[in-house]
């Protein structure tokens, strides 16, 4: 699996985000979770895709460690490739 740049990572939790209802505009890496009204719900279907499409698994432990958009891309972007 190429390892996917930060850029590839934030664009596609961009859109992940976007799907689950947030603004696009508001999508930015210092954005928390409750800024964009992504519920707990919303986080457990990002961390499937994450696995899905770049093996990273996300524990629930990870997830509240992140409380940021730019907290979950750097943490895929350093698991992801490795």
Known sequence: MAAATKEQIEER?????????AERDDVKRDADWESLDVDSLDLVELAQ???EEYGVKMKEEDMKEMKTVGDAVDFVAERAGS
């Open 49 to 51: 895709i994450v696995e």
């Open 13 to 21: 939790m961009t859109e992940a985000l976007v799907s689950f209802g």
